[in-house]
């Protein structure tokens, strides 16, 4: 099945369907595909918002996300598991550097590779025994050949509405699943060559080990970019993660949404009133009818509560 017939009609269709599709499509690999299946277990995904940022407005005033790079997330550790080629023996470490030398110098032959390989090798030994330089590079790659756009299961969460969404004066979008499957969908069908695929974050109490030999590179990549400290998991975070060919540029990462992608928006229970009416004024003049609701205080209870507003 190709991109363009992966996604066709996908609202007739019921999510165990869905699900089906995406997992019997062999031309993606089945780390990718099981992402998609994690996702759509959810009608609805969350992003926290804060009105007072122009680039946070442009999500309802322009339908539109921003794919991050790691290299501006605010855990130090996020997406910064190092790769440890250390561990694996000589050969392997030459057998892996081989691999890189095809790729960067085609017009080599292999007694050539294989000079240059022992070359870089022995040097490497001396100077660089726990491959910093390699861990390095594999960083700065992630960064620039993929981006990031982050959501949670969780609207109602007291420490992500002071920490994503101003102190509770901000916003937080409801995006409903299946019409993201359909905006990444039209992606593929326009010949972008980026893919767009979502991932659900694993956190973890051990520092994982991402090990170049025993794992291949897409399995690599995947686990740099999604495990994360077990400190963070009251965030149940979910990742769409943009895998470009080429570099990023900064106008490759905002993406536009269709209509109807966007299906709730939340007020924050300390949000001006300004603010406030800045939003609705918003919501009004756009095609589509979007749900509107207010946070408030639970009495009684450290909890939020949402109300319906007639806009």
Same mark, same amino acid.
């Given at each position: 099945?190709?991109?363009?017939?992966?996604?066709?009609?996908?609202?007739?269709?019921?999510?165990?369907?869905?699900?089906?599709?995406?997992?019997?499509?062999?031309?993606?690999?089945?780390?990718?595909?099981?992402?998609?299946?994690?996702?759509?277990?959810?009608?609805?995904?969350?992003?926290?918002?804060?009105?007072?940022?122009?680039?946070?407005?442009?999500?309802?005033?322009?339908?539109?996300? *921003?794919?991050?790079?790691?290299?501006?997330?605010?855990? !130090? #550790?996020?997406? =910064?598991?190092?790769?440890? +080629?250390?561990?694996? &023996?000589?050969?392997?470490?030459?057998?892996?550097?081989?691999?890189?030398?095809?790729?960067?110098?085609?017009?080599?032959?292999?007694?050539?590779?294989?000079?240059?390989?022992?070359?870089?090798?022995?040097?490497?030994?001396?100077?660089?025994?726990?491959?910093?330089?390699?861990?390095?590079?594999?960083?700065?790659?992630?960064?620039?050949?993929?981006?990031?756009?982050?959501?949670?299961?969780?609207?109602?969460?007291?420490?992500?509405?002071?920490?994503?969404?101003?102190?509770?004066?901000?916003?937080?979008?409801?995006?409903?699943?299946?019409?993201?499957?359909?905006?990444?969908?039209?992606? *593929?069908?326009?010949?972008?060559?980026?893919?767009?695929? !979502? #991932?659900?974050? =694993?956190?973890?109490?051990? +520092?994982?080990?991402? &090990?170049?030999?025993?794992?291949?590179?897409?399995?690599?990549?995947?686990?740099?970019?999604?495990?994360?400290?077990?400190?963070?998991?009251?965030?149940?975070?979910?990742?769409?993660?943009?895998?470009?060919?080429?570099?990023?540029?900064?106008?490759?990462?905002?993406?536009?949404?269709?209509?109807?992608?966007?299906?709730?928006?939340?007020?924050?229970?300390?949000?001006?009133?300004?603010?406030?009416?800045?939003?609705?004024?918003?919501?009004?003049?756009?095609?589509?009818?979007?749900?509107?609701?207010?946070?408030?205080?639970?009495?009684?209870?450290?909890?939020?509560?949402?109300?319906?507003?007639?806009?």
């Amino acid at each position: 099945m190709d991109k363009k017939e992966q996604f066709k009609n996908i609202n007739d269709l019921e999510i165990p369907e869905i699900i089906k599709i995406i997992m019997n499509n062999k031309e993606m690999p089945y780390i990718l595909r099981r992402g998609w299946k994690d996702v759509l277990k959810h009608k609805y995904l969350y992003k926290y918002r804060d009105w007072k940022c122009p680039e946070h407005r442009r999500m309802l005033t322009h339908d539109e996300i *921003f794919f991050t790079s790691a290299k501006e997330f605010n855990d !130090p #550790f996020d997406s =910064k598991i190092p790769v440890r +080629y250390d561990l694996g &023996n000589e050969q392997q470490i030459l057998e892996l550097r081989k691999v890189d030398l095809r790729e960067l110098n085609p017009g080599i032959d292999e007694k050539g590779v294989e000079t240059m390989a022992k070359e870089w090798l022995g040097e490497k030994l001396k100077r660089d025994p726990y491959f910093h330089e390699e861990q390095k590079y594999t960083e700065d790659r992630e960064n620039d050949l993929y981006g990031v756009f982050s959501v949670t299961e969780k609207p109602d969460d007291i420490l992500m509405w002071s920490h994503y969404s101003n102190k509770h004066k901000g916003f937080c979008v409801g995006f409903n699943v299946i019409e993201l499957l359909n905006t990444f969908g039209d992606l *593929f069908e326009i010949g972008i060559n980026q893919y767009i695929i !979502p #991932f659900k974050v =694993k956190y973890e109490l051990d +520092y994982p080990i991402l &090990n170049p030999f025993t794992m291949d590179g897409i399995e690599t990549i995947i686990k740099s970019l999604t495990f994360k400290s077990r400190k963070w998991s009251y965030e149940k975070e979910y990742r769409f993660l943009m895998m470009a060919d080429e570099i990023l540029k900064d106008t490759d990462r905002p993406v536009c949404l269709q209509e109807g992608v966007i299906a709730k928006v939340i007020l924050g229970c300390m949000m001006a009133d300004k603010d406030r009416q800045g939003i609705m004024d918003v919501l009004r003049n756009r095609k589509d009818r979007i749900e509107l609701l207010e946070a408030r205080k639970a009495f009684g209870k450290f909890a939020l509560e949402f109300d319906e507003i007639d806009y």
